[in-house]
């Protein structure tokens, strides 16, 4: 079986690179031959790995809509796959993909990446996505042999959009590995990692630290690991300097062993999105032993359920209360929901695992046969 993904395995697009990279690589132990083209490494990029077949496209001549005018002749020269899967939605490289799937007559499915959520879709272009919707976009959507989401939210939001195309639920992986750094202190520290954009809601740890002045002066710290949008993060940073916050620090973007010795740092990871399709961050927290919170914004009520952390409402007064709760337990208790954390991601989010479930949607797209499937929804 071939198959070719677009995408980016680019370090500096967060988790979409990690996940993307994850399953190809699943695919590949599997015998599948999984591969992916790519525009062009941002000036500051790297690959998240080099064990994925990467083929590299021309760059777009402007980055909003990624438009190449080489693109579609570029896919075409690297032969026949059976299988096309765009990863991402609104910008040319799905529709060039498409394109080429339709015309050899081969199926293809797409993953939106969170991005037909409706809050996704009101706060940016919004105009620009709802005639892209109504022009192209859901057309393409309900030819595609299936259209793979990560959680059942997400799943809701495409059918409330008028998606009647299969719909697969298919959570994102992460490797599961020993990390040897560990942590080197004794400050209760709570940390943020991703990118920094407003929907992030960044400054809810910021006002929770100075609701919790009292508490968390002494020996707590707000670690702030990412980069992003420079004026919101500029206004965290002032927003630091306006309160008189001297326990809240800014790493700015990290990756490698920088990256794993500051989440090694952290007594527990906070992702207090409004909205998020799965969260990998999350992923990244659990898979270190590390207690999270997330909000019910994001998929995660299995924090609760496996009691490996905090599934909250989105609200400063939630975010603040769990904060409070979490600096005062004791250490064995975060100790064993780390440990529970573990079991949960080794047991469900393995690269292994997803691989599988990858592979089992393939074939069975392949087969006409999706209805053997325990985790893809037909719209009947």
Same mark, same amino acid.
Request: one cysteine or more; charged letters at 25%.
């Given at each position: 079986?071939?198959?070719?993904?677009?995408?980016?395995?680019?370090?500096?697009?967060?988790?979409?690179?990690?996940?993307?990279?994850?399953?190809?690589?699943?695919?590949?132990?599997?015998?599948?031959?999984?591969?992916?083209?790519?525009?062009?490494?941002?000036?500051?990029?790297?690959?998240?790995?080099?064990?994925?077949?990467?083929?590299?496209?021309?760059?777009?001549?402007?980055?909003?809509?990624?438009?190449?005018?080489?693109?579609?002749?570029?896919?075409?020269?690297?032969?026949?796959?059976?299988?096309?899967?765009?990863?991402?939605?609104?910008?040319?490289?799905?529709?060039?993909?498409?394109?080429?799937?339709?015309?050899?007559?081969?199926?293809?499915?797409?993953?939106?990446?969170?991005?037909?959520?409706?809050?996704?879709?009101?706060?940016?272009?919004?105009?620009?996505?709802?005639?892209?919707?109504?022009?192209?976009?859901?057309?393409?959507?309900?030819?595609?042999?299936?259209?793979?989401?990560?959680?059942?939210?997400?799943?809701?939001?495409?059918?409330?959009?008028?998606?009647?195309?299969?719909?697969?639920?298919?959570?994102?992986?992460?490797?599961?590995?020993?990390?040897?750094?560990?942590?080197?202190?004794?400050?209760?520290?709570?940390?943020?990692?991703?990118?920094?954009?407003?929907?992030?809601?960044?400054?809810?740890?910021?006002?929770?630290?100075? !609701?919790? %002045?009292? *508490?968390?002066?002494? +020996?707590?710290?707000?670690?702030?690991?990412? #980069? =992003?949008?420079? @004026?919101? $993060?500029?206004?965290?940073?002032? !927003?630091? %300097?306006? *309160?008189?916050?001297? +326990?809240?620090?800014?790493?700015?973007?990290? #990756? =490698?062993?920088? @990256?794993? $010795?500051?989440?090694?740092?952290?007594?527990?990871?906070?992702?207090?999105?409004?909205?998020?399709?799965?969260?990998?961050?999350?992923?990244?927290?659990?898979?270190?032993?590390?207690?999270?919170?997330?909000?019910?914004?994001?998929?995660?009520?299995?924090?609760?359920?496996?009691?490996?952390?905090?599934?909250?409402?989105?609200?400063?007064?939630?975010?603040?209360?769990?904060?409070?709760?979490?600096?005062?337990?004791?250490?064995?208790?975060?100790?064993?929901?780390?440990?529970?954390?573990?079991?949960?991601?080794?047991?469900?989010?393995?690269?292994?695992?997803?691989?599988?479930?990858?592979?089992?949607?393939?074939?069975?797209?392949?087969?006409?046969?999706?209805?053997?499937?325990?985790?893809?929804?037909?719209?009947?």
């Amino acid at each position: 079986m071939k198959v070719l993904h677009f995408g980016t395995l680019d370090v500096n697009a967060g988790g979409p690179a990690m996940s993307t990279y994850y399953t190809l690589y699943g695919l590949q132990q599997l015998g599948i031959d999984a591969e992916i083209i790519m525009y062009p490494l941002s000036p500051t990029g790297k690959l998240k790995g080099e064990k994925v077949p990467v083929h590299f496209a021309k760059a777009p001549w402007e980055n909003k809509f990624a438009y190449s005018p080489s693109l579609k002749k570029e896919i075409k020269s690297l032969g026949v796959y059976d299988i096309y899967h765009a990863q991402g939605v609104w910008q040319y490289p799905t529709y060039a993909i498409i394109d080429i799937a339709r015309k050899r007559g081969i199926p293809y499915l797409i993953t939106p990446r969170g991005m037909l959520y409706p809050q996704d879709i009101q706060k940016s272009n919004k105009l620009f996505k709802t005639l892209s919707l109504k022009i192209r976009l859901l057309n393409d959507l309900n030819n595609a042999a299936c259209v793979q989401v990560t959680c059942t939210d997400e799943m809701i939001h495409c059918r409330n959009l008028g998606i009647t195309s299969p719909i697969a639920i298919i959570p994102n992986p992460i490797e599961i590995k020993e990390y040897p750094e560990k942590k080197k202190d004794t400050i209760f520290r709570v940390g943020y990692l991703g990118r920094l954009s407003p929907r992030k809601n960044v400054e809810s740890l910021i006002y929770a630290f100075h !609701e919790l %002045k009292n *508490l968390t002066e002494q +020996n707590a710290e707000l670690l702030i690991i990412g #980069s =992003g949008e420079n @004026k919101y $993060e500029q206004f965290l940073k002032s !927003e630091v %300097k306006r *309160l008189n916050l001297n +326990n809240i620090k800014f790493t700015g973007f990290l #990756s =490698g062993k920088a @990256k794993d $010795e500051a989440i090694a740092s952290l007594s527990i990871l906070a992702m207090p999105s409004e909205f998020e399709n799965l969260g990998n961050v999350i992923l990244e927290g659990l898979i270190r032993k590390i207690p999270c919170i997330a909000t019910k914004g994001a998929p995660w009520e299995e924090l609760e359920k496996h009691q490996c952390g905090w599934w909250i409402d989105y609200s400063q007064k939630a975010i603040t209360k769990t904060i409070e709760e979490a600096i005062k337990l004791n250490n064995e208790s975060l100790h064993l929901m780390g440990e529970r954390g573990y079991e949960l991601v080794v047991e469900k989010y393995s690269v292994e695992a997803i691989a599988k479930s990858m592979y089992s949607l393939y074939n069975a797209i392949l087969e006409n046969n999706l209805k053997s499937l325990d985790f893809c929804y037909l719209n009947e």
